[in-house]
């Protein structure tokens, strides 16, 4: 008989320090049965988080009250889609959540939150709100308007505006001539407002260039 490349002589009883390293490496690996598919890992991986479902599995030896059911080779069974487990479990493994091209991250979020790994849920949550937003944006469509107003005029336009009107550019146009009095400069004032391209048409009046004094805008 060998242990570790040592021969150990016919009677002589393997240590029992040695029996213990060899129960603990056994104890050390599970088997889990997902919706069908195998997977072999270690309780060190399954109880990265103290909070969720797969630490509680792995507590069950200690805990007599819990009781899995298992198959006929001693896998933990889980009624849940393999895929999207295998993508919380490899989170587990590295500390990445690399998601597949064909998966949904409202798919991988389910999962996360049935096996409760708080980590996985809340990165699913940001990465869903920067995709929504990203795309809010790019529905997103600019109604411009331009304002016709003077120097004098000109301080209280920019500062009132508001209703999520912004200022884009300014144009000089000249002077205009008051008979008896000083020219006053007139300029252009362009400013616009995103709409959801939904409701781009109940504005389509807003596309032109609407020439307006200041105090006409809302």
């Known amino acids: 008989m060998a242990v570790n490349g040592d021969t150990i002589p016919n009677g002589m009883e393997v240590c029992s320090k040695c029996e213990d390293n060899e129960n603990a490496k056994k104890e050390s690996w599970v088997k889990l049965n997902v919706g069908g598919t195998q997977f072999l890992t270690t309780k060190t991986t399954l109880c990265r988080d103290p909070k969720s479902f797969l630490f509680r599995l792995c507590q069950e030896e200690h805990n007599h009250s819990l009781k899995s059911d298992k198959d006929e080779n001693g896998a933990y069974m889980i009624d849940r889609d393999p895929e999207f487990f295998r993508t919380i479990l490899n989170y587990l493994r590295h500390g990445k959540l690399v998601i597949d091209k064909n998966q949904e991250l409202e ?11 708080t980590e996985v849920i809340q990165l699913c949550k940001e990465r869903i709100k920067v995709r929504d937003d990203t795309n809010n944006q790019s529905n997103v469509k600019n109604v411009y ?3 016709q107003c003077s120097e004098e005029e000109l301080t209280h336009v920019v500062s009132s505006l508001s209703d999520g009107w912004r200022f884009e550019q300014l144009i000089n146009i000249g002077s205009s001539y008051s008979y008896g009095g000083p020219d006053h400069a007139e300029y252009l004032c362009i400013v616009s407002r995103g709409y959801p391209s939904r409701t781009t048409t109940d504005h389509n009046t807003d596309r032109s260039k609407i020439l307006q004094k200041p105090s006409r805008m809302t």
């Open 107 to 117: 798919g991988v979020l389910e999962e996360a939150e049935f096996y409760n790994v």
């Open 145 to 147: 308007r331009v304002l």
